[in-house]
């Protein structure tokens, strides 16, 4: 288990201190894939480098089952970073050796004995699904199979924990979704436990059990991917679950700005469903109890977790206002989260 407790850093700059991680509480189980989210400077990548013994929390503990990670040092760290595995999203790997000879670097590292480490980078290759190119060079593989490469490396001493810091971040959508389909299952098959760092909500909803939604070097909110998504509760968290539910492919690719644009009339609200709730005619119900609203169907998206599918449903309702107010309030009571994003 990896246990954050009232973490915090400080970092000393020319205009005085900056609280880069304020006071932040996270327990991992193992085996667990968890995705910490947050714009640019939310404090992600330091909560990421105090786990690794990259740099030390000003306050707080990190424990990795047990062990403060803070308190290590020399070799004791260094046993303890090979438990780590890290992928990233400029791949790090070196240009000059080929695939099979990034792959068993870290065993060359830790003095593997030839044979065995090529054994092991060839499995490694073989999991990752680049048998037949160990030769290739970096320059010569596409985005999503560098990556692979990178995953296969990280993997390379057995570790425990895989730490992925915006690996998709620079891919396009499928190669996303294929690295991303991996990771699953690396997960499953080697019971991985796997800290999903990303600014990309996409990633969390299709890998993660929980997840943590840090701004301002704080978490926010956090919980089942399946309840954020569902019922998100800070501003910042319904930013990042609307832009997942906005810029969906097929037919509803506009984003907030341009729904709003083109629907600037009464209000414009998202209801989302899971599963069984789909099966319900809760929406024609409405249409029914409330026959003076015009009630039009913008858009609408199916978006699966790793526990089930969530959908969300663009509406406008035009109308009296309290009549609004009732037809949402019976939404609720059918257990269908609401969130008005427009109200003229
Ligand atoms: N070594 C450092 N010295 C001073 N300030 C730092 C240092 N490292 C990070 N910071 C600051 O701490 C804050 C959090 O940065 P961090 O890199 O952890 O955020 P992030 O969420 O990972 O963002 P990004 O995805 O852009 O890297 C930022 O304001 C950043 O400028």
Known sequence: MIRFKDVSKQYSTKDGGLTAVNDVNIEINDGEIFGIVGYSGAGKSTLVRMLDGLEAPSTGEIDIDGTDVAKLSGSALRKQRQKIGMI????????????????????????????????????????????????????????????????????ANEPTILISDEATSALDPDTTNEVLELLLKINKEMNLTILLITHEMHAIAKTCDKVAVMDSGQVVESGTVFEVFRHPQQQVTKNFVSEEFTTQKGDTTMTLEELVKKYPEGQLVRLIFHGPQAELPIVSDVIKRYPDLTISIISGAIHQTQEGALGSLDLQFIGDESKINDALGYLKTMRVGTEVIHHE
Do not use: C, M
């Open 88 to 155: 990233f999203q400029h791949f790090n790997l070196l240009w000059s050796r080929t695939v099979i000879d990034n792959v068993a670097l870290p065993l060359e590292i830790a003095k593997v004995p030839k044979n065995k480490r090529l054994q092991r980078a060839e499995s490694l290759i073989k999991l990752v699904g680049l048998e037949g190119r160990e030769h290739s060079y970096p320059s010569e593989l596409s985005g999503g199979q560098k990556q692979r490469v990178g995953i296969a490396r990280a993997l």
